[in-house]
């Protein structure tokens, strides 16, 4: 059974830092790309960053490159995103994603098959 399931969010001030977790079942885990997304009310849901199987490549959003990393930890099939520096246009409800279907931008929330149920994170 493929699955995600996200924790670590949470409310914070302006500056502070939270640490997201998403974790995946194996073969979820093992998919090309896992991906983290975010979506505030109202608003699409846009990519955040994404990290690739193998070599772990990367790949950050313009808007939080610089204070976001994204990481895996494979002994836990479990992906990480640390958000530094938080700013409140970063609420949203944060989204684990796997399972890229190839030819798709990695920041496309459509080319993705599975999904966690979400974790919020408020900035003010």
């Known amino acids: 059974h493929v699955q995600l399931v996200e924790s670590g969010g949470g409310s914070v001030q302006a500056g502070g830092s939270l640490t997201l977790s998403c974790a995946a079942s194996t073969d979820a885990y093992d998919s090309n790309y896992m991906a983290w997304f975010r979506q505030a009310p109202e608003k699409e849901r846009e990519g955040v960053a994404a990290?690739?199987?193998?070599?772990?490549?990367?790949y950050y959003a313009d808007s939080i490159k610089g204070r976001f990393t994204i990481s895996r930890d494979d002994a836990a099939n479990t992906v990480y995103l640390q958000m530094n520096s938080l700013k409140p246009e970063d609420t949203a409800t944060y989204y684990c994603?796997?399972?890229?279907?190839?030819?798709?931008?990695?920041?496309?929330?459509?080319?993705?098959?599975?999904w966690g149920q979400g974790t919020q994170v408020t900035v003010s």
């Open positions: 990290i690739a199987t193998g070599r772990g490549a990367t």
């Open positions: 994603a796997a399972d890229l279907t190839l030819g798709n931008s990695v920041f496309s929330p459509h080319a993705y098959t599975t």
